[in-house]
T-cell receptor, first 111, second 112 residues
């Protein structure tokens, strides 16, 4: 079942913060975040496993709320290079190769 | 080498043609994937090979036929495609289930 991402699109000025949410009606085992720039391949950002963890590197971090079956991606002090479409992919069980992507959130960072 | 290489980058084929897409990785990954992506849509999983065996087939029409000749190579054979099959076909690989995936640049397929 496809996870639901919100917002669908967001425009930021450089230096502003953004939050992208990903939620599912099914119990989740893992949430994967990818960014895809126009005309390019998706690039891995991070994976979160059930257990309610939080991860981050540089100014991009994410959390996984197991009770709400929701993950949030936090982008702080956005840079022009953050522009692209962000996809969350959800996995439903250990040992499963299946990853279902949400419809994506288009992030545009302007000077 | 952290690359997944796909060839060709672009392909135009007629509905009666037979063609193949190729994907190669040398990271020792044990899982390889084919995804289909339409414009402004997310990637949709088509097939997964794990340890060179087909482990997932997401009810893909038989006009798409995957093949994994060895642990580094993944092919997608195409036959009698329809115009609605036009899309970006992405190959990806990962160390194992649940691991981060590396995507190739894709093959942009146009069926005429």
């Amino acid at each position: 079942q496809q996870p639901v991402q919100s917002p669908q699109a967001v425009i930021l000025r450089e230096g502003e913060d953004a939050v992208i949410n990903c939620s599912s009606s099914k119990a989740l085992y893992s949430v994967h975040w990818y960014r895809q720039k126009h005309g390019e391949a998706p690039v891995f950002l991070m994976i979160l496993l059930k257990g309610g963890e939080q991860k981050g590197h540089d100014k991009i971090s994410a959390s996984f709320n197991e009770k709400k079956q929701q993950s949030s991606l936090y982008l702080t002090a956005s840079q022009l290079s953050y522009s692209g479409t962000y996809f969350c992919g959800t996995g439903v069980g250990a040992g499963s190769y299946q990853l279902t992507f949400g419809k994506g959130t288009k992030l545009s960072v302007i000077p | 080498d952290t690359e997944v290489t796909q060839t060709p980058k672009h392909l135009v084929m007629g509905m009666t043609n037979k063609k193949s897409l190729k994907c190669e990785q040398h990271m020792g990954h044990r899982a390889m994937y084919w995804y289909k992506q339409k414009a402004k849509k997310p990637p949709e999983l088509m097939f997964v090979y794990s340890y060179e065996k087909l482990s997932i087939n997401e009810s893909v029409p038989s006009r798409f036929s995957p093949e994994c000749p060895n642990s580094s190579l993944l092919n997608l054979h195409l036959h009698a495609l329809q115009p609605e099959d036009s899309a970006l076909y992405l190959c990806a690989s990962s160390q194992d289930w649940g691991s981060k995936a590396f995507f190739g640049q894709g093959t942009r397929l146009t069926v005429v």
